[in-house]
């Protein structure tokens, strides 16, 4: 089990790139995640929702993605409010200090989730949530040492350089954990190093003497990581610069999810993807404004027009922009939202943007499936997955974006292609579809991007740095 300092320190993709030396060692690996919390997530092809993060493990280890891979997915509804997916299944929303209170009576199914796992596969790699430094969360836990202590897994400490203090990280979590949560640690990685790792050898040994634990290596900054999905939303805070030819604004929602649908946008050369925080306007040079996924389509609808980001888009909409609205983005287009039993948050109604004629009328069903269909416009071949709650109906549907595998129709396009909404999150990772899109941004201009191709290959980069900066076979030595 990967555990961290702190959040954001890397795990997620250390037990993606060990996934993929596993499975190419011919291990039957497979990961898992007791809790995990955010938006974004991935639907399973056997029905239910995990975190994107377990999804990209899943597909470096060659697997599809199963809920049993993280059994328990909070996602957020507010600051201090998220719902409650259990096995994959939305189970109820409470408030946080009810959830960590009562989170103890879930370990018997994530502890069920992970025995179907072991079971099933020969090695299983566990990646923790947040940090077990946070002794004021122990009582209940069941997302790092508590779900250790209860499996009984060998933990490995993952600590960040590039934020500094690392030493200290792993040092004061040595100090401040139980005894024995402490002796189910049995090392740790240093993660995102710069520069030339001998003149951190004394550090190292300093830790080492100072905790009893060996170290397992120094990961250095891989830049193959960038090309990877993100699991948090904090990276779109601090995200480097970028300027291509074509530019595309999108409103950082305060809930915003499945935020990666944008990645195989950011991967193209000559494109930019600005994330436009609050406090600023969106960029009238903007060929297009994307309006991605939320977790709550009212509150963030009620976030926008505070920000007054709907005079941007309808200005730019009637100058010439490209808007595509995701999933909650394309109900926000709408011109009403309706919510009477809170299922998306809380309860209420709402007009939206008024540039597609349709209601959206939220259900406390939730839609959770992968999905392909075609084009209606120009027949690409689109792939996706649905994750929404709401069914949207009015005029603006009789245009519809793409008809679906199973026969029905999904989303809407008007303005002669210049206006799309769609329910399939993922859809521009559909090399056709992205492609054609970004013709209509900037006459003459083709993409070249194997978006999936691109994803296998920085997973075997991260593979092969891991392999040389780690001692991977004393690591899998740990497995019991």
């Known amino acids: 089990m990967l555990q961290g300092t702190g959040s954001d320190v890397g795990k997620s993709l250390l037990v993606a790139g060990l996934c993929r030396i596993a499975a190419r060692r011919g291990i039957g690996v497979a990961p898992f995640k007791p809790q995990n919390m955010s938006n974004n997530a991935a639907a399973c092809p056997g029905g239910g929702e995990i975190g994107r993060a377990q999804a990209l493990q899943a597909r470096a280890a060659g697997l599809d993605p199963s809920t049993d891979m993280n059994p328990v997915l909070l996602k957020p509804e507010g600051d201090r409010r998220a719902q409650v997916v259990l096995n994959g299944k939305a189970l109820r929303s409470e408030e946080a200090a ?10 018997p199914s994530v502890i069920e989730a992970f025995e179907r796992l072991k079971s099933a596969h020969g090695l299983v790699i566990i990646e923790g949530a947040g940090s077990p430094a946070e002794v004021n969360l122990r009582r209940g836990d069941i997302a790092n040492m508590g779900f250790a202590r209860a499996a009984d897994v060998p933990v490995v400490l993952v600590g960040d350089i590039d934020r500094g203090g690392v ?8 100090a401040v954990i139980e005894a024995d949560d402490a002796e189910m640690v049995a090392g740790f990685v240093i993660n995102r190093f710069r520069g030339d790792e ?3 050898a004394d550090g190292v040994r300093f830790i080492e003497d100072s905790c009893g634990w060996r170290s397992f290596g120094i990961v250095p900054w891989l830049q193959c990581a960038a090309r990877l999905p993100a699991e948090d939303a904090v990276v779109l805070g601090h ?4 300027s291509g030819a074509i530019l595309i604004a999108v409103p950082m929602l305060s809930r915003i999810s499945n935020f990666d649908d944008l990645d195989p946008l950011r991967a193209e050369p000559d494109v930019e993807v600005r994330f436009i925080p609050p406090g600023q306007p969106i960029p ?6 994307i309006l991605a996924g939320t977790k709550s389509t009212l509150a963030d609808l009620a976030m ?10 309808l200005t730019a909409w009637r100058t010439g922009a490209h808007i595509v609205g995701l999933c909650g983005g394309f109900q926000m287009l709408g011109k009403r939202i309706e919510d009477a039993d809170a299922a998306d948050g809380l309860a209420g109604s709402a007009d939206g943007l008024g540039l597609f004629d349709m209601t959206t009328m939220m259900t406390l069903e939730k839609v959770v499936r992968p999905m392909s269909g075609t084009t209606l416009a120009h027949g690409d071949h689109v792939t996706g997955y649905e994750i929404h709650t709401g069914r949207s109906h009015g005029p603006a549907l009789s245009k519809p974006f793409c008809e679906l595998e199973d026969g029905s129709c999904d989303g809407a396009i008007a303005g002669d292609g210049r206006l799309i ?8 990772a559909s090399d056709a579809f992205r492609s054609r899109w970004l013709e209509r941004l900037s006459s003459g201009r083709s993409s070249t991007l194997d978006y999936e191709d691109s994803v296998e290959n920085a997973l075997d980069e991260l593979a092969d740095g891991l392999e040389v900066a780690l001692d991977v076979d004393a690591l899998l030595a740990l497995a019991r």
């Not at 030493?167 to 040595?174: E, N, P, Q, V, Y």
């Not at 995200?239 to 970028?242: I, K, N």
């Not at 009238?284 to 404004?289: H, Q, S």
């Open 98 to 107: 009810a959830y960590m209170a009562n989170r103890g009576s879930l370990l």
């Open 198 to 200: 001998t003149l951190f």
């Open 167 to 174: 030493i200290a990280s792993l040092i004061g979590t040595r």
């Open 239 to 242: 995200a480097m610069p970028a």
């Open 421 to 428: 909404g769609t329910y399939l999150h993922g859809v521009f």
């Open 304 to 313: 926008l027009r505070n920000q007054g980001w709907h005079h941007d888009i």
């Open 284 to 289: 009238r040079e903007a060929d297009a404004i």
